[in-house]
């Protein structure tokens, strides 16, 4: 994913019409082979998730992560997983031998970013041999603020049918999770501020945090404090704050 030459260009949705073939074989090994790869999987993965976002109410579509950020960095990280991150927040240009390209869709802006340890040597002292380490990568990257955060397993592939069902599960979840925290406000809504951090942490993937706040809203729920997953201990702090039915 390294290049020589600093380079911008443009790249449109159209970009992801790969055939649905997986695995390394199917994208060329050279840099730019690579890139070209990705951004069609981006393109993809983006358009995917408007096309599902499109089915939800406009209150519910707007609140969804990708809509509601609009226009993002989406940075490439290559470790022993390829890390596919969506940040708001902002990145010095490029410099040396990293590469910029941009892609839109809709009302959605990007820039696609590469890194790896030749970039960011931070990155090769990570050790992912029991599996993704998505908090580690952010760590090396110094970004906090992530609109989403996918990861791929080596031989993961990148066609548009991977890319596909990447978007619309994101886009799924997403909007779970979106209606999930406005049942609890409206449930709790003494405790909106902690909600809201709690809504925070999951998204930034603060386990601990997430645990803690969660323990902090519902403290002697045994579902909250059994929850061994984000998924789970959001569904569990929702149910433990849902009003008890009319007799």
């Known amino acids: 994913m390294r290049d020589t030459n600093a380079n911008v260009a443009s790249v449109a949705t159209s970009a992801a019409s790969h055939s649905h073939e997986s695995g390394a074989s199917s ?106 380490d998505a908090l580690g990568v952010r760590r090396a990257l110094g970004i906090t603020d992530v609109v989403y955060h996918v990861s791929l397993a080596p031989g993961g592939g990148l066609s548009a049918h991977h890319a596909q069902h990447a978007g619309t599960g994101l886009a799924n979840g997403h909007a779970s999770s979106v209606r999930d925290y406005d049942g609890m406000r409206a449930w709790a809504p003494h405790q909106i501020e902690l909600i809201d951090e709690f809504a925070a942490s999951q998204r930034l993937g603060l386990t601990t945090a997430a645990r803690l706040l969660a323990h902090e809203i519902s403290p002697h729920d045994a579902g909250v404090a059994a929850a061994t997953d984000a998924v789970t201990l959001r569904k569990a702090l929702l149910t433990s704050l849902k009003p008890p039915a009319s007799p």
Not at 67 to 77: C, E, L, P
């Open 27 to 132: 994208v060329g090994s050279s840099p730019e082979q690579m890139r070209e790869a990705m951004a069609g999987y981006v393109a993809a993965l983006h358009r995917a998730y408007l096309d599902q976002a499109a089915h939800l109410t406009p209150g519910e579509r707007a609140e969804l992560p990708v809509v509601r950020a609009g226009d993002f960095t989406v940075v490439a990280v290559g470790t022993r997983h390829l890390h596919i991150v969506a940040t708001t927040a902002p990145l010095p240009r490029p410099a040396g031998p990293e590469v910029e390209l941009s892609g839109d869709d809709r009302d959605l802006t990007w820039t696609l970013r590469f890194f790896d340890a030749t970039v960011l040597p931070e990155l090769g002292i990570l050790d992912e041999t029991d599996g993704a």
